[in-house]
Every structure is written in structure tokens, then in C-alpha cells.
């Protein structure tokens, strides 16, 4: 682990990049930044040149691959970076450089222990994708199969782990301030993000996500996602079935093919919503780069290191949230929000749901072209501090992907409107899983799992209250103060991070100095 001085000089020299592409500015000027931070932000950015316009995405690719995540998941939380910074953020892409090929060899090579050649009859040196995490090569297999070879950078893991622990401590200490900073849950949206970068960098993780997702969708017409190449696969390289198509975003070659964009657009948001509502796993990244029209206008997905599972409960929320908005029963969906606990019992359910009806009555009736999802979650974000609404990170990955499908849905047909899209599939759905004949299933196959569990209850219960006659049981312990937390609360403790801290600003200090040319000590 490390110590907290290192994580102070991380956080400095981030803040330090941050301030050059003016993206502090929005910190310094939020009224709930705690005060702590603000002045962290004033010595990051202590005679640093910054442009007037903040170019927030340019930060985060500065800064470096796990940045690059952060900043794509922080594009869907205007509620806690603005939406100025969220609009600008949206446009991160996640590219970098390649590694050279030489590495990549070596990777594999040492991934498997054997010569490149006794795994591919071919492989091509220039990668067809290179992004922050791994990078992509086309090959032939020894059988002639046509496949992709995605590959880790090497490095990367020890990178993204030494970012995160900074990430964790710096999110633990702002919550530990309280205030704002309590409500957002920083902690928790980290933790999120850590799971979901792990994942990624597990190539075995992400192909048993491919492979479920295509078990799942097996009976949706129109969707695919490739084959996994399991001989070729493990944790640092994954082998693919080649997709064959156009991305969903080259509008000019989709058109020229004779593909139906509206029909296209359509079947994008069904197939979402398939995922997302029915299924509860979707794909998490369905970005312009992930996603492909094959020759018969099926789309194929490829990249599956994030993916979103949300349970029935949820679930069923999330439909009955959408039904209500597309319908207008914006009491239902506060009652929804009431019984799911996302907003705190003492407020009153008919100011909530007059503050949903000033989100979703402009949304009704009009295309993307004038008022969109991105824009509804936005007013959604608004009124979630008026209601003392805690942030709940499992919904995080669906508002990105939200505003994910709706942007490429959009870029295929602009005159598209997401509540006639989705308001009949969501519809019918909750038919299936909230109608009569759906209840009274649920309720014979829960009786029969609860009688099938009572042998075992019994049994629990005599373990639990044995016959009298043993030892009696013992009586409470007082709760006596630990010696090691007695330190916790000694505030000299805190004389070494404000030391660290102003270290880490002097140093920064002398190293702007040095890089004007002046020299760093009176002469």
C-alpha cells in the first residue's frame, strides 16, 4: 500500500495537469467543495497558465489509461461534475498510441508459453484498434479461421492498480468530510469502478461475459455477438471470431449498402432495452467503435469488458420508472422511488412527484432532436440534491449506457423519439412480469422453493436454540475503546498529511520554476 504522502504527490501532479487544461476551475468554484480540497486546487494550480475554455477530456487522456476510464464514467454524473464538464467529458475517446508489435509477441508468447506461430498461422503487426487498456491484431488460426486478437498492454494492470489505491484514498478522505461529499457516495462510485476495470483486465472475465451475453440473446433476431476462441484465450489474450461489417457509425457506407437507418436505430434501443430490462445484462460499452452492420443489417457487438447486471427488483423499478414517465403517472414512479429507498422518507411524495412532472412533461411527444434521454437524466440529477438523494453506483453503468444508445441511435436516424421506442417494449414486459398470470407463478414456484428450504430452516433453528441444560449463555461485553484507535483520533496525526501536502506544493513549485528558466533558489 502505499504511504500518504505518495498519494498526495499523485493527487498534486494530477491536479497540476488538471489546472493546465483549466479543468480545476469547476472545482474551485463549486459552492459545496469542501474547503480542504479548494485550497488543494489553489496550490496545484499555483501559477499554472490555464485556458479559458477547460478542456476537461484532454486532462484525463493527459493524465494517463485509468483517468481515461474515470472520465467516461464521470460523462454520465452531471450531478457531480457539471454539466459543462459532462458534455465535454462525452467526448473522451479511449485511444491511445500502439505498443510495438514486438511487445505484443512477447505477451503472447509469454501468455501461453509457445512460439507465436504454433498459435496463429498469421497475424498481422498493425494493430486495427489500439485503446488504453489492450490493442487489437487480425489473424488467421492454424484451422483458417479469420479472427481477432485482443491483447494487454503490458504493465497495464500494475499501472491501473497504483491509480486506483490513489483514487480510494482520496475518495475516502472527501467523504470523510461530510457534507455534499456524504450524499454523492464517492467511495462507492470508486469501488464500482474498480470492479469494472478489473474485470477488464481479466481477458478471461470478459469472454465468459461474451459468451453469457450470447446465450441470452440466442432468441433476439438481428443481434450478434462472435464466437470465443477458447484454446486461444486466457487472462492477458483473448481470441475472437472476425466481425465482418461496417461500424455503426461510417453513415455514408451504411446508406450506400441499402441499410434501413430507422430501422437500424430501432432495433439498437429494443436490443438495449432487451438487455437492460429483461434480461438484467447488458452490454455496458456500446459505444460507435463496439458496435457493427454485417451485410444483412444484423448489429454485432465486440468488446465486453464492461457489462451491467441489474436484478428483477430493479428491474422491475426501472420499468415501472420508465412506464410512469412515458405515460405521464409521475405519482407511480414517486411512489416507485419512495419504495425503493432512493429518496429518504421525510420528504413529501407529492412535491417529488410534481418536481418528476417539471422533468418529464417537456420530454413527451418530441424527438431527440429537441429534448433526449441524456437531457432527462440531467433534469433527473438536478433534483436529486433538493431531495437528499444518495447516489446508487449499480444504476451508474445504466445511465451510461442510456446516453450511449441514444447518441449512436440519434447519429442513425435524428428524427428518432426514445418514448415511442421504448414505451411499448416496456410496456409489454410489464405485462408479462407484473400481470396476474405472472403473479400467480411467481407465487406457486416461491411457495414450492420455501417448503423445499424448511428441512434445512428446522435444522438451523435447532442449531440456533439448543435444548436448555448446557452452559448459560454468556452475558453482554461492554465495549471497551481499542488502543490503536485512540491514535485515530489524535488530531497530530493529521500534522503529517498537512507536511506531506505542503512538501508535495513546494516541490511542484520549484518544478514550474525550473521549467520557466528561472532558478530555483535565490542566488
Known amino acids: 500500500m502505499a504511504s500518504h504522502s505518495t498519494h498526495i504527490w499523485r493527487l498534486l501532479q494530477w491536479g497540476r495537469i488538471l489546472a493546465r487544461h483549466g479543468a480545476l476551475r469547476i472545482i474551485e468554484d463549486a459552492p459545496n467543495t469542501p474547503a480542504p480540497v479548494r485550497r488543494l486546487c489553489r496550490i496545484a494550480r499555483f501559477g499554472a497558465a490555464t485556458p479559458d475554455v477547460p478542456d476537461y477530456a484532454g486532462a484525463f487522456r493527459a493524465i494517463g489509461p485509468a483517468a481515461i476510464k474515470l472520465g467516461q464514467t464521470l460523462a454520465t454524473r452531471p450531478d457531480i461534475v457539471g454539466e459543462e464538464a459532462a458534455r465535454n467529458l462525452l467526448t473522451l475517446q479511449d485511444r491511445l498510441p500502439p505498443v510495438p ?35 487489437v491484431h487480425r489473424a488467421v488460426t492454424l484451422d483458417g479461421r479469420q479472427v481477432a486478437v485482443k491483447v494487454l498492454r503490458p504493465g497495464i494492470r500494475e499501472k491501473f492498480a497504483a491509480d486506483i489505491q490513489t483514487y480510494e484514498w482520496a475518495a475516502a478522505h472527501l467523504e470523510a468530510l461530510g457534507g455534499e461529499a456524504t450524499r454523492l457516495r464517492p467511495s462507492l462510485v470508486i469501488a464500482n469502478f474498480k470492479r469494472w476495470t478489473l474485470r477488464e483486465l481479466d481477458l ?10 450470447a446465450d441470452k440473446m440466442a432468441g433476439v433476431q438481428g443481434y450478434r455477438i462472435p464466437a470465443i476462441d477458447w484454446d486461444r484465450t486466457c487472462g492477458r489474450v483473448m481470441t475472437l471470431e ?3 461489417g461496417v461500424k455503426i457509425s461510417d453513415m455514408d457506407t451504411l446508406r450506400a449498402a441499402g441499410h434501413d437507418l430507422p430501422h437500424l436505430a430501432r432495433r439498437l434501443v429494443i436490443a438495449f432495452l432487451t438487455q437492460a430490462v429483461q434480461l438484467g445484462y447488458f452490454h455496458a460499452d456500446m459505444h460507435q467503435g463496439n458496435l457493427f452492420i454485417e451485410a444483412d443489417g444484423t448489429i454485432a457487438a465486440i468488446d465486453f469488458g464492461i ?18 414517465l412515458t405515460t405521464g403517472n409521475y405519482r407511480r414512479v414517486a411512489e416507485i422511488h419512495f419504495e425503493a429507498q432512493y429518496v429518504p422518507s421525510y420528504h413529501s411524495l407529492e412535491e417529488f412527484a410534481t418536481a418528476l412532472r417539471a422533468v418529464g412533461e ?3 411527444g418530441r424527438s431527440v432532436k429537441e429534448l433526449s434521454v441524456g437531457q432527462m437524466l440531467d433534469g433527473l440529477f438536478a433534483i436529486t440534491r433538493d431531495f437528499d438523494m444518495a447516489v446508487q453506483p449499480h444504476l451508474l453503468l445504466l445511465q451510461k449506457t442510456m446516453v450511449m444508445v441514444e447518441g449512436l441511435a440519434t447519429q442513425l436516424w435524428p428524427d428518432v423519439n426514445m418514448w415511442d421506442v421504448a414505451g411499448p417494449f416496456v410496456s409489454e414486459w410489464m405485462r408479462d412480469e407484473l400481470g396476474p398470470e405472472a403473479v400467480i407463478a411467481r407465487g406457486l414456484q416461491d411457495s414450492v422453493r420455501r417448503l423445499l428450504r424448511l428441512p434445512a430452516l428446522l435444522d438451523r433453528i435447532e442449531e440456533k436454540y439448543p435444548p436448555k441444560g448446557g452452559a448459560p449463555e454468556p452475558p453482554p461485553l461492554p465495549a471497551v475503546p481499542l488502543m490503536w484507535d ?13 507536511a506531506a501536502a505542503i512538501v508535495g506544493g513546494a516541490v511542484t513549485w520549484v518544478a514550474l520554476l525550473g521549467s520557466m528558466g528561472r532558478p530555483v533558489w535565490p542566488m
Do not use: T
Not at 109 to 132: K, N, T
Not at 486 to 498: A, C, D, E, F
Open 486 to 498: 485512540h491514535g485515530k483520533r489524535n488530531p497530530n496525526q493529521w500534522l503529517r498529511y498537512v
Open 204 to 213: 478471461r472475465r470478459e469472454a465468459a461475459s461474451a459468451s453469457e451475453l
Open 362 to 364: 417537456p420530454m413527451r
Open 242 to 244: 472476425w466481425i465482418n
Open 101 to 135: 508489435f514486438a511487445a505484443i509477441r512477447a505477451e503472447i508468447e509469454a501468455a501461453f508459453g509457445r512460439p507465436l506461430d504454433q498459435l496463429y498461422a498469421s497475424i498481422e503487426e498493425e494493430p486495427v484498434g489500439a485503446a488504453s487498456i489492450a490493442q
Open 307 to 324: 457489462m451491467g447486471r441489474i436484478d428483477r427488483r430493479a428491474r422491475v423499478w426501472l420499468g415501472e420508472i420508465l412506464h410512469g
